[in-house]
């Protein structure tokens, strides 16, 4: 009995740290990329928002920089200074029918430079 509970134990323990590897594969980039969406509702996008400010807070970002803009959408921005890459996140804001685009870039990018001015 203690025998096959020791296997079982085993074998998961073995599985867990596989998925445990292959989620460390995975770059970051393309986890970011991965929660980009379209035809969104307003609770799904915040969702991903949220989603993807705790994976960038535990990959070493800073807190989110957010703005809204005149047309309805919000710009969020994480920038990891030891890396020095900059993650964006621009997420409509309508009940239903949003986008959500996010991407991964190196060096700052400042919240001014995605701004449109008049």
Known sequence: MTTRYSTRLMLFGALLLSSVLAQGDASL????????????????????LQTLGTMLDG????????RNVGDGTTVS???????????L?????AAEDNDVEVAELDGFVSMNEMIPTP
């Open 89 to 93: 996140a621009f997420a409509g804001q």
């Open 29 to 48: 980039s393309a986890r970011i990329a991965a929660m980009a969406g379209h035809h969104l509702t307003f609770a799904q996008t915040q969702e991903r």
């Open 77 to 87: 921005r994480w920038y990891h200074a030891g890396g020095r890459h900059t993650a």
């Open 59 to 66: 990959a070493g970002y800073g807190p989110v920089r957010t």
